[in-house]
């Protein structure tokens, strides 16, 4: 589709048979496994930082893994930021992050922009 899973869930949330809550939780569950694929492609891109093209040496990128793990590790509330969202969950795979640490960290933040998404459509929709 050509919309963003705002638009999608925007339209559905309009549809008085459907539970919002319900529709808030997928939406939240759905946009997190999506996050989840994006750290697991991390994950397997470390694979490669031996080769030339990588774009940074073992070294440094074992000092910023453990920087990130340490201080970064709350940027993870903000992976439902279009753009910039995708590349904190592929670093936090590339800097192995671990997935409990990982996973409720994103769920939140995802969880969080739905339930302000779905409040604001409702106050704007009762006004």
Same mark, same amino acid.
């Given at each position: 589709?050509?919309?963003?899973?705002? +638009?999608?869930?925007?339209?559905?949330? !309009?549809?008085?048979?459907?539970? /919002? $809550?319900?529709?808030?939780?997928? +939406? &939240?569950?759905? !946009?997190t496994l999506g996050g989840l =694929? !994006?750290?697991?492609?991390?994950?397997?891109? $470390? %694979?490669?930082?031996? *080769? *030339?093209?990588?774009?940074? !040496? +073992?070294? =440094? %990128?074992?000092?910023?893994?453990r920087l990130f793990n340490r201080?970064?590790?709350? &940027?993870?509330?903000?992976?439902?930021?279009? /753009? $910039?969202?995708?590349?904190?969950?592929?670093v936090s795979g590339v800097f192995?992050?671990?997935?409990?640490?990982?996973?409720?960290?994103?769920?939140?933040?995802?969880?969080?922009?739905?339930?302000?998404?779905?409040?604001?459509?409702?106050?704007? #929709?009762? #006004?």
């Amino acid at each position: 589709m050509p919309f963003g899973s705002e +638009a999608v869930l925007l339209y559905y949330a !309009n549809d008085a048979t459907l539970s /919002v $809550v319900f529709l808030w939780f997928w +939406a &939240s569950v759905g !946009n997190t496994l999506g996050g989840l =694929t !994006n750290w697991l492609l991390g994950l397997y891109l $470390v %694979r490669y930082e031996h *080769k *030339k093209w990588f774009p940074i !040496n +073992a070294e =440094t %990128r074992q000092k910023a893994e453990r920087l990130f793990n340490r201080y970064g590790i709350w &940027s993870l509330l903000f992976t439902w930021l279009p /753009v $910039v969202g995708d590349g904190i969950a592929l670093v936090s795979g590339v800097f192995r992050t671990p997935i409990w640490y990982f996973l409720p960290l994103v769920l939140i933040g995802k969880a969080a922009r739905y339930a302000l998404i779905l409040c604001g459509q409702h106050l704007l #929709s009762t #006004s």
